[in-house]
Each structure stands twice: as C-alpha cells, then as structure tokens.
C-alpha cells in the first residue's frame, strides 16, 4: 500500500425498510472509525427513513456527511432472489455507479459490517483493476472453494478466484460507466440458467459480480472483510472489518454469538442511536469463548485458510 493520499472516498449502502436498523449500526461503526468527514451515501428501497430518524445525527455527530436517496431499477430487481439475500442486494453495482463519478474511490458496504478501524481506502494500489475486494470464505460442501485448494495471494490478480461482494472498493480511473452496467445486467441473466461457482446458490447478486469481473479485481487481505465463518479464530478477534454473513447478524446481541469486542462497540453506537438496552460485555465474552472452545476444530480449518490467504 502506498502512503495516504487525498482522495475523495465515499461509502454506499443499499438498504430496504428491513435492513435499515442493522445498516444504523453499521453506519456509525464507519462513522466512529474514519477520519472525520467521511462521506456515507444511503440508497433506500421502497421506503425512506423518517425525517427526525436517530441515525443522521449520530452521524453528524461523529463528523460523518450522510446524504439518503430512493433507488429503483425495474430491470435487475425482476431477478429473484432469496433468504438473506434481498432486492436490495441487487442495485449494489447501480448505486456504486450513481456516485462513482464524483468520487475518487466508493465503498460499498452491506448491512451487516462492523468496522472497527481506519480502512485506509487511499492507500490501495488499484493498478488497472476496477474493484478491490475480498476472497469469500466459504469452505462449505456447496461453496465455491469445494474444488479449490487455497486462495490467490493479496495484490495479485484472482483470475479463478471468487469474492465476497459484502466489502467492495471502486477505482474511479477504471470505472467503465455504462459498460459495468450491462455486463452486470447480462451476468444475472446469464446466473438464472446456471450458476458457475456454486451448488444450490443462493448469492445471484455475488456471483454475477464475480462473473463480470472475472481475471479483473484486486485480492484485498482477509482483514479488510473478515466474514463470520471465521468467527471462532484469532483472525476474528483483532479483524478491522467483521461480517455478519449469513442469517443471524451482530443484533440482537445474543449469547454464545456476540464476544465483549463487539458487545462494547454496539453499546456505544446504541447509546449514539439513542437506543437503550446495554449488554453486559464480560458475560457475552466468556459465553463467546466457551462456544469457541465446542467449535474449535472448524476453527482451525478456516483459521489455516485465512492464514495462508494473508
């Protein structure tokens, strides 16, 4: 990575009524971890927040510029989708190109994503790629890895490789407006009749980004997108970004699921919020561990993996 830089950075969500208390939290984690006026851009499915909604001003507060927008697109909300997987999550590539041309790098970022430090977006070195992100982490028997024995190394082009589209940065000198656009467009029509990576997908919006850009993106260490089947190793506990893919997310703190990192950090952003109901972060630490300790073999597999990968 190269030294920082001035860059215009921009993070995007895209969020349905549903998702947008978790997208709350997620946002003022940025907010708390960036330097202060950082740009975030919230793109809202089929609702808008209430005018005197909690999170613009725990924004404000914490030195962040919000700006929240409706998005619609016919076409690629037709595809279908389902379990965690939303409509929503199919307007990622749209909302990235609604901002990329007044920005010099945009984030995006789901709803389930706690940061917990400096992402340090202006020191990525793009190259000639036009997205930076994340090998997805799944080692189960219907992944994508389940003919793959390890990932391409960080820095390198991942040309048979597969991302996790939860945790992705945009280069605005390789953005190809209107030709990103289409390509998405045809990959989700494409994923309909088959799927290329997985067995029973469920990811339509993940892997037609892989699709497009096959060979194209930037390998980005674990760090930068720790996903929860990682949860019970070390990575885990000292990761810059954690995800909460899959089902169950970082709220409602419950035990054996949330450890005392992330319980103290969502009471403080609670507190922000203004919600109450505080957690005590020592009981959820040592229930945490105890569940790591019953899943320490899977453990190790993803820990060998991540290693390996960073």
């Given at each position: 990575?190269?030294?920082?830089?001035?860059?215009?950075?921009?993070?995007?969500?895209?969020?349905?009524?549903?998702?947008?208390?978790?997208?709350?939290?997620?946002?003022?984690?940025?907010?708390?971890?960036?330097?202060?006026?950082?740009?975030?851009?919230?793109?809202?499915?089929?609702?808008?927040?209430e005018p005197d909604d909690a999170l613009a001003a725990a924004l404000a507060a914490a030195g962040a510029n919000l700006t929240v927008e409706p998005l619609?697109?016919?076409?690629?909300?037709?595809?279908?989708?389902?379990?965690?997987?939303?409509?929503?999550?199919?307007?990622?590539?749209?909302?990235?190109?609604?901002?990329?041309?007044?920005?010099?790098?945009?984030?995006?970022?789901?709803?389930?994503?706690?940061?917990?430090?400096?992402?340090?977006?202006?020191?990525?070195?793009?190259?000639?790629?036009?997205?930076?992100?994340?090998?997805?982490?799944?080692?189960?028997?219907?992944?994508?890895?389940?003919?793959?024995?390890?990932?391409?190394?960080?820095?390198?082009?991942?040309?048979?490789?597969?991302?996790?589209?939860?945790?992705?940065?945009?280069?605005?000198?390789?953005?190809?407006?209107?030709?990103?656009?289409?390509?998405?467009?045809?990959?989700?029509?494409?994923?309909?009749?088959?799927?290329?990576?997985?067995?029973?997908?469920?990811?339509?919006?993940?892997?037609?980004?892989n699709i497009m850009f096959s060979g194209n993106w930037l390998s980005l260490p674990a760090d930068y997108n720790m996903q929860a089947s990682a949860k019970?190793?070390?990575?885990?506990?000292?990761?810059?970004?954690?995800?909460?893919?899959?089902?169950?997310?970082?709220?409602p703190v419950s035990p054996f699921r949330n450890d005392g990192r992330d319980t103290r950090y969502i009471n403080e952003i609670r507190r922000r919020l203004?919600?109450?109901?505080?957690?005590?972060?020592?009981?959820?630490?040592?229930?945490?561990?105890?569940?790591?300790?019953?899943?320490?073999?899977?453990?190790?597999?993803?820990?060998?993996?991540?290693?390996?990968?960073?």
């Amino acid at each position: 990575m190269a030294e920082r830089t001035r860059m215009k950075v921009a993070y995007v969500y895209v969020t349905d009524a549903r998702g947008y208390d978790l997208l709350a939290h997620s946002a003022v984690s940025l907010a708390l971890s960036q330097p202060a006026g950082c740009n975030v851009h919230v793109y809202c499915y089929d609702f808008l927040p209430e005018p005197d909604d909690a999170l613009a001003a725990a924004l404000a507060a914490a030195g962040a510029n919000l700006t929240v927008e409706p998005l619609r697109d016919p076409a690629l909300e037709q595809h279908e989708t389902c379990l965690h997987v939303t409509k929503p999550s199919l307007l990622k590539l749209l909302a990235v190109d609604r901002l990329i041309a007044d920005y010099d790098r945009v984030v995006f970022l789901d709803n389930d994503i706690l940061i917990f430090g400096d992402l340090r977006i202006e020191t990525l070195q793009f190259g000639e790629y036009p997205i930076a992100a994340v090998t997805d982490l799944d080692l189960s028997e219907t992944g994508w890895l389940r003919n793959s024995t390890a990932p391409v190394a960080p820095g390198r082009r991942n040309g048979s490789g597969y991302f996790n589209s939860g945790f992705m940065a945009f280069a605005k000198e390789n953005w190809r407006h209107g030709d990103f656009y289409a390509q998405y467009a045809a990959a989700l029509d494409a994923h309909d009749a088959h799927c290329p990576y997985k067995v029973s997908c469920t990811s339509i919006e993940q892997c037609a980004l892989n699709i497009m850009f096959s060979g194209n993106w930037l390998s980005l260490p674990a760090d930068y997108n720790m996903q929860a089947s990682a949860k019970f190793t070390p990575a885990w506990q000292t990761a810059t970004v954690r995800h909460y893919c899959g089902a169950r997310k970082f709220i409602p703190v419950s035990p054996f699921r949330n450890d005392g990192r992330d319980t103290r950090y969502i009471n403080e952003i609670r507190r922000r919020l203004g919600k109450g109901g505080a957690a005590p972060a020592l009981v959820h630490e040592v229930l945490f561990q105890l569940n790591a300790l019953r899943n320490s073999r899977g453990a190790h597999e993803i820990q060998t993996f991540v290693t390996q990968y960073a």
